[in-house]
């Protein structure tokens, strides 16, 4: 089993940043895939971006782009995403997955355990 834990989400205003944060505990962590999910009132789950094991391999959505960078630090079972110039379409419960594979897949069936999600509202 794998716990993992968000945090770092809020309120913040168009334009600002945030970064989230995502722990796990469990299992090891060093050997599979990380990646973060977003969740809209109304709206399936969405992938935003996405890790391989060793941190070499990333993938983001589109909508993301040149805006989040998803980053981890295995020695302290933490994966990170960094969110730049948020948007208010950027508001959402924001969930961290883990899968066992290595390789950084947008696909969320793909991911074997989830985390509770934290809020991110940003107000334009």
């Known amino acids: 089993q794998v716990q993992l834990v968000e945090s770092g989400g809020g309120l913040v205003q168009a334009g600002g940043d945030l970064r989230l944060s995502c722990a796990a505990s469990?299992?090891?962590?060093?050997?599979?895939?990380m990646g973060w999910f977003r969740q809209a009132p109304g709206k399936e789950r969405e992938f935003v971006a996405a890790?391989?094991?060793?941190?070499?391999?990333?993938s983001y959505a589109d909508s993301v782009k040149d805006r989040f960078t998803i980053s981890r630090d295995n020695a302290k079972n933490t994966v990170y995403l960094q969110m730049n110039r948020l948007k208010p379409e950027d508001t959402a419960v924001y969930y961290c997955?883990?899968?066992?594979?290595?390789?950084?897949?947008?696909?969320?069936?793909?991911?074997?355990?989830w985390g509770q999600g934290t809020q991110v509202t940003v107000s334009a």
């Open positions: 469990g299992r090891t962590f060093s050997n599979g895939a």
């Open positions: 997955g883990a899968r066992m594979g290595w390789r950084a897949r947008p696909d969320r069936k793909e991911y074997d355990y």
């Open positions: 890790i391989s094991w060793s941190g070499g391999l990333t």
